[in-house]
């Protein structure tokens, strides 16, 4: 679980949340700068249009009064100079009316085209009025005058300045349109930039509980992994002191057997190889007896010897190979424990490499030796399998087992070193134990080189 969480790496997930939280940010301020940039020229088109169209309609409507007016004065009048001027003035008058009519025309939108046609037909019917006049002699502006200004130009001037007010009306209510128009995208805005806070402030709160409950984490993990480095080097410490010990009795051993066999076998051996300096010139029974005694105390301390060889170095591995050495190490284990040894076997593996030759010896010694002195077993099954691309050794006993969670389970000098063999050979170390159950211990070494180790279990 420890493992897992340490290889688990949060930056991923943090930068796909801020990555998230900034494409929130981004994207919304440049749909929010549009928008605002939108509203904001639309304002700007209304106000110059109003102001625009304001303008047009007021000149228009000047126009139209003026025009009225001089129309007037020229059926009024009676002098021909007075005539003449009132004349060029309602031509000048119609002229800027039919520009301002146009200009207008320009700055109405599309969809108020038709009331633009009926103000130009109104215009249009009122300046062929005023035409009309021109043709007129002075005595028909004496006796038509009046009642034309009043049956012909005054309805039809209050009609065309009716249909201007109408599409100043219009005007306003399309300009009321767009504001109202405006006042949604407004609306809109202030939902996006609720909404774009509203999500920002939920992302953020989630990245910073994400990094709390992390950090958090973290420092439970840390705290966790340097007592557990403490408690490594403790047991690093006490492992090296039994290591030491260990290899002070192994050296005290030695001594010891050099000097209690080899050394008072050599000294026996020595003995008879005086009495037998001194008996080489007699002709009795005790040359030849002194001469026996000394092949059997010569084969007694090449016993001894082999034996410790057999102990520092296994040279039977070298002259007879690995299966040899296992059934004779499983009979020596039999012969001094009286424990029954069965050794299965299987496939190639007589062309092992020498480090995997050595280290499977020695793995099933040290199996061995453990189950003589802490499993009680009543039987040992040892399986050594070889195939094309692996070689695997199981060693299993029917003894006491132990619980694998307990403390020091794995803590001996023996099981450490079982387990350095196997991963300088890039191989995988398992042990499987429960109370009462038993132990079996699982060792697979690659053939081939391999660089990459996997982790030993401990398994029920």
């Known amino acids: 679980m420890t493992v897992r969480l340490m ?58 009064f003026s025009l009225a007016l001089f129309a007037r004065d020229y059926l009024m009048h009676r002098g021909p100079i007075e005539s003449g001027a009132d004349r060029r003035e309602m031509l000048s008058r119609r002229t800027v009316l039919l520009l ?18 009926r103000v130009e037909d109104i215009v249009l019917a009122y300046l062929r009025s005023t035409n009309a006049v021109f043709t007129w002699t002075e005595d028909e502006k004496r006796y038509f005058g009046p009642a034309y200004i009043r049956d012909q130009l005054t309805p039809q001037r209050d009609a065309l300045l009716r249909a201007i007010a ?21 609306r809109l805005i202030l939902n996006t930039t609720r909404n774009t806070v509203f999500v920002a402030v939920v992302l953020s709160i989630l990245i910073a509980l994400y990094t709390i409950v992390r950090l958090h984490r973290l ?41 209690d066999q080899v050394g008072q076998t050599l000294t026996a051996l020595r003995l008879e190889i005086g009495n037998l300096a001194s008996l080489r010139l007699t002709d009795g029974p005790g040359f030849a007896e002194h001469f026996d005694s000394a092949k059997q105390l010569s084969e007694q301390a090449l016993h001894t010897v082999r034996d410790l060889s057999m102990g520092l170095r296994p040279s039977m591995l070298d002259d007879l190979g690995l299966e040899p050495a296992l059934r004779w190490q499983a009979r020596n284990f039999s012969r001094s424990s009286r424990i029954p040894v069965e050794i299965n076997i299987e496939g190639e593996v007589a062309a092992l490499p020498e480090p995997h030759r050595i280290s499977i010896f020695r793995i099933v010694q040290e199996a061995l030796t453990n189950c003589a002195k802490h499993s009680s077993a009543n039987e ?58 038993g132990t079996l211990l699982v060792a697979e070494f690659p053939l081939e080189p391999s660089h990459e180790q996997e982790p030993h279990s401990v398994s029920r």
């Open 7 to 64: 290889k688990y790496r949060s930056w991923h997930l943090l930068s796909v949340a801020f990555g998230a939280l900034l494409v929130v940010l981004v994207g919304s301020g440049v749909i929010l700068t549009n928008r605002i940039t939108r509203v904001r020229d639309e304002i700007a088109s209304i106000q110059g249009a109003s102001q625009k169209v304001e303008v047009a309609i007021t000149g228009l409507r000047e126009q139209v």
């Open 100 to 117: 301002d009519l146009e200009r207008l025309a320009e700055l109405i939108p599309s969809a108020d085209k038709a009331e633009i046609s």
């Open 166 to 186: 109408e599409l100043n009306e219009i005007y306003r209510d399309s300009i009321d349109r767009r504001q109202a128009s405006i006042l949604a995208t407004q």
């Open 219 to 259: 420092e439970v993990l840390a705290d966790r992994h340097r007592e557990e480095l403490e408690r490594d080097q403790e047991h690093l410490r006490r492992l090296s002191q039994e290591m030491v010990r260990t290899q002070e009795a192994e050296r005290k051993s030695l001594s010891r057997e050099l000097h």
């Open 380 to 437: 040992v099954r040892i399986t050594l399998h070889g195939g094309p691309a692996s070689v695997s050794l199981t060693v299993q006993d029917d003894g006491q087992g132990f619980s694998p969670g307990t403390r020091g389970a794995k803590s001996g000098v023996g099981l450490i070193g079982i387990e350095e063999r196997v991963r300088e050979l890039g191989g995988r170390f398992s042990i499987y134990s429960a109370p009462d159950r």
